[in-house]
């Protein structure tokens, strides 16, 4: 019998939700498979856990920030993305709301990407389709937009 999908929950951090310009991206520093590939920080649900607790229990323990959530970016799949064959994933947008990021765990590097630099990192291929997808939705750089 199939096994169930392993339901994961992620935020696209952005500078502003209202005028988003740059996008965090966090470097996986495990397991060695996936180390030194880029993803949006997150993890898994826990059982009996909602969806959006397990995002801001994540985000408190991985980057030591609490954010505002926004908006979905709702995947293919009724709303979510498949990025592996046994895994399935949640986005929304995230705003900072306390605290500085920091790699505190399973990171070793956060970046602040703005869209003409969104491909400049190798993205773990399940988050390809969402970096595809989140071009549209950030805006020029702000010091290029200035004046
Ligand atoms: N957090 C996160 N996981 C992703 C992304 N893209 C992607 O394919 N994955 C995969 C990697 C992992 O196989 C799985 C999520 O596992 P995780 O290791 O982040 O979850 P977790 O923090 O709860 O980890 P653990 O308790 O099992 O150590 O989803 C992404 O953008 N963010």
Redesign the pocket.
């Known amino acids: 019998m199939q096994e169930p999908l ?1 339901n ?3 935020a696209a951090i952005v500078d502003d939700l209202n005028q988003p310009t740059r996008l965090l991206a ?1 470097r ?1 520093s ?2 060695a498979a ?1 180390a030194g590939r ?9 059982p009996g856990e909602d969806h959006l607790s ?1 995002l801001h229990r ?1 985000l408190d ?2 980057l030591g920030v609490t954010v505002a959530v926004g908006a979905e970016l709702p995947g293919p799949d009724g709303g979510v ?1 498949p ?2 064959s ?2 399935r ?1 949640r ?1 929304w947008f995230a705003q900072l709301q306390d605290g500085a990021p920091e790699p505190l ?2 990171h070793d590097e956060l970046r602040w990407l703005t869209a003409a630099e969104l491909d400049d990192v190798p ?5 390809v389709q ?1 970096v595809t997808a989140l071009h549209g939705h950030l805006g020029p750089d702000g010091s290029v937009r200035a004046g």
């Open positions: 392993i994961v929950v992620a966090a996986r495990a397991p996936l880029w993803e949006f920080p997150g993890g898994k649900v826990e397990a994540e323990e991985e993305w990025i592996t046994k895994h994933m986005v765990e399973d993205w773990l291929d399940g988050d969402i």
